[in-house]
């Protein structure tokens, strides 16, 4: 049974979340957002309308989730004080309790993700390391935790590429994730991954270490604008390999997009390579891999500006976004993250997908860093 201290401090957080969120302001712009939806030509622009209900939808997104969150608190002062009067259980007045906090702590993590990229898809790509198929089961095995924590968010996800291993597993793959604030989620991810286990691929049992790199960017959709050269693409057309019927095997449906990058501040080129198989149809694998361009290239702005932030703020704890960030011990029953020291021995919740102990301890501890990015 909760305690009177426990009831205050969820309307203590309720009452924060008022604040912070500033809910009587978003309140008022999404009435007057809304209004100008109303207006007969509205749609005659269809990119500035879709620009528009995305910022209208966006705020009813805030909306609901603070009036979800005080309903919650409200209903659970209510169970409280049943409570008294024999009229609930002690168990239900445990359970909306859980509900309220579970809602509090997703709308504070919400919160933490103010960056624009922060509310767009993303596009995660798995390699595998060095190492041969040791590496290339791991790298199949992280696509797979991947994939099972999109499906417990209820975000899409599509495999736009695969490259099988030469025995198992996968040389690499890429997804895309869409949903609400999934790169803001998933950039925690962005990293070397590190498994320690008893080989099942060595025949004397050995203590395998593996790695694989995980590379997490936002998905652009048609709202923001990036720049490509068209003179500096180049296209290739293969036979796309493995399951998806006779038709992707004998016809070029696969697309190898080539894009000639030059840096605007150092002169330097580097060719930026992209494959897509995602579907059967070679028109519509050349339009997706030109958004995949377009959210690499929107990406590279963004390290930019992360990378002027990390000198700016020197003396302070800096995010390493290549280096191994965490680390999966089999074994031992141990997965770490050695960002934030957050750990846990449920490996097989991890592995099925449970990140947002993770993730949560990710945001808390770079939020900061992350808001003073863009200013």
Not at 4 to 18: G, P, Y
Not at 87 to 102: G, Q, R
Not at 162 to 185: F, N, P
Not at 195 to 220: C, D, E, H, I
Request: hydrophobic share 35%; net charge negative.
């Amino acid at each position: 049974m909760i305690t009177s201290d426990q009831l205050k401090a969820v309307q203590e957080r309720t009452a924060q979340l008022h604040r912070y969120l500033d809910i009587p302001a978003k309140q008022m712009q999404w009435e007057e957002e809304q209004l100008r939806t109303q207006d007969p030509t509205f749609w005659d622009d269809r990119e500035r309308a879709e620009a528009q209900m995305k910022l209208v939808k966006g705020l009813e997104k805030w909306l609901k989730g603070y009036k979800q969150v005080e309903t919650l608190a409200e209903e659970l002062a209510l169970a409280f004080e049943f409570y008294k009067d024999e009229m609930v259980t002690e168990a239900e007045v445990d359970e909306a309790y859980a509900k309220a906090i579970a809602a509090i702590e997703d709308l504070e993590l919400k919160n933490m993700l103010r960056q624009e990229e922060d509310s767009m898809a993303c596009v995660l790509k798995i390699n595998s390391g060095a190492g041969g198929t040791e590496s290339q089961d791991w790298a199949q095995m992280l696509m797979r935790m991947y994939m099972r924590y999109g499906e417990a968010n209820a975000y899409r996800v599509t495999l736009t590429n695969l490259q099988e291993g030469d025995e198992a597993g996968i040389k690499t793959c890429t997804m895309t994730i869409e949903g609400d604030m999934a790169y803001g989620y998933l950039k925690s991810e962005n990293g070397v991954h590190r498994l320690v286990r008893v080989s099942p691929y060595n025949a004397q049992g050995k203590r395998m270490t593996s790695f694989a790199s995980v590379f997490v960017t936002p998905l652009v959709d048609d709202t923001i604008e990036v720049y490509v050269d068209p003179s500096r693409i180049s296209w290739d057309t293969f036979r796309s390999s493995g399951a998806g019927g006779q038709n992707v095997n004998k016809v070029e449906t696969g697309v190898r997009l080539r894009y000639q990058y030059k840096d605007p501040d150092t002169g330097e080129e580097e060719e930026i390579l992209i494959e897509n198989t995602e579907s059967r149809k070679q028109l519509e694998n050349r339009e997706n891999a030109m958004r995949l361009l377009r959210s690499q290239l929107y990406d590279r702005e963004l390290q930019k500006r992360k990378e002027a932030q990390a000198k700016i703020e020197a003396g302070k704890k800096k995010i390493e976004w290549g280096s191994q960030i965490r680390s999966y011990v089999f074994d031992d029953r141990r997965v770490k993250d050695h960002r934030t020291g957050y750990q846990t021995s449920d490996v097989g919740a991890v592995m099925d997908g449970k990140l947002d102990g993770f993730i949560k301890a990710y945001l808390m501890e770079f939020a900061e860093t992350q808001d003073n990015i863009n200013q």
